[in-house]
């Protein structure tokens, strides 16, 4: 395991930027038998999804989240000493993301630029990053733009799959900040590998005529080998062993207890899943905040996108806050994170 303790670093401010394209779960009678949809529904948490158009990338989400963040705060954006792009979805396999991302938002070249390739788990361990590069004496402030648009690598034809993701684009502003420690712990298990993934297209199993077709599948379900595969079972059975566990551990790690956490925010896998961890932590319903039903399952970008959808208005005062984040790797991290009168933008639409 890694534990990171940071301190006088904070989260001074969070935007987000969804699609106006919505797609309704209602409407996969196709895949899901019709007096089977509500249930569905209901066990997930999901009702509806925003996804992008074929020419919009994550990129393109996270850029006016970032100008939006930009604008609200009046921020000098000479001041930007780091920008880091998470996501799973670049503009290109070569080159990196961030550095047109800091062209396009008028970043100075002085500015440190790269990208973190993570799952679910992706804004715990790129905020941990930021916190790091804001912890030393010439860098004051790290832009954390995090987005993804699985809409793009999710089959329309597979019932596992289909109901459960969308888009969004995230934007984090970290700095110097005279607060309380923040905590992080980190860990991965990649034996799980398999269990989330897609599996052509790399370089260990490249592109072909046969990996690029559709197929039917397991259950009857039809994808190509490069769109998302998920063992849900394996999944939710490697959750419930180590979020709440690591939840638990970084409470002690801080000397904490929960009943002084002011909200928990889990990554937004499904609803079934994150009430299942509320009940083994005794955690009370009102401390956790969900987003899901109307956005889905936003990979890496569901917890910056909870905090403003659904605690825009919350974050005035000094807030004690754990995120937790897991999935593909398998990796998963958590964080006890400080808010002191974080601005918090409204939701954009793009």
Request: net charge neutral; proline share 3%; charged share 20%.
């Amino acid at each position: 395991m890694a534990f990171l303790t940071f301190n006088n670093i904070g989260v001074s401010g969070i935007s987000a930027c969804v699609p106006k394209n919505v797609n309704k779960n209602s409407n996969l009678t196709h895949l899901i038998p019709s007096d089977e949809i509500d249930k569905t529904i209901d066990s997930i948490g999901i009702k509806e999804k925003r996804f992008v158009g074929s020419d919009i990338c994550a990129s393109d989400l996270c850029f006016a989240a970032a100008n939006k963040l930009f604008e609200d705060m009046n921020i000098d954006k000479s001041t930007i000493d780091v920008l880091i792009f998470m996501s799973q979805g670049p503009d290109y396999l070569i080159p990196a993301t961030a550095p047109i991302l800091q062209n396009r938002l008028g970043l100075p070249k002085s500015t440190a630029c790269f990208d973190i390739n993570l799952g679910c788990s992706g804004y715990i361990y790129s905020l941990a990053t930021a916190f790091a590069y804001a912890s030393q004496k010439k860098i004051n402030r790290v832009l954390l733009l995090d987005g993804e648009t699985f809409s793009k690598v999710v089959s329309q034809k597979d019932k596992v799959n289909a109901p459960l993701y969308g888009d969004a684009g995230t934007a984090t502003l970290i700095e110097k900040h005279n607060l309380a420690n923040s905590y992080f712990s980190l860990y991965s298990d990649g034996s799980g590998k398999d269990s989330l993934i897609i599996s052509a297209g790399g370089y260990r199993n490249p592109s072909s005529v046969d990996n690029l077709r559709e197929k039917e599948m397991e259950e009857g379900n039809i994808r190509s080998e490069h769109q998302l595969y998920m063992d849900g079972m394996e999944v939710f059975n490697f959750t419930i062993k180590v979020v709440p566990k690591s939840i638990n551990e970084i409470l002690q790690y801080s000397e904490n207890k929960l009943e002084n956490i002011d909200y928990i925010v889990f990554h937004q896998a499904n609803k079934f899943m994150t009430d299942f961890f509320a009940k083994k932590l005794k955690c009370p319903g009102e401390k956790i905040p969900y987003c899901l039903y109307r956005f889905g399952n936003t990979s890496s970008a569901s917890i910056p996108l909870t905090i403003v959808s659904e605690l825009q208005s919350k974050l005035k005062n000094t807030k004690k806050i754990i995120l937790s984040g897991f999935g593909a790797g398998f990796s998963w991290g958590t964080a006890l994170i400080n808010f002191s009168d974080c601005y918090i933008a409204k939701l954009i639409e793009f």
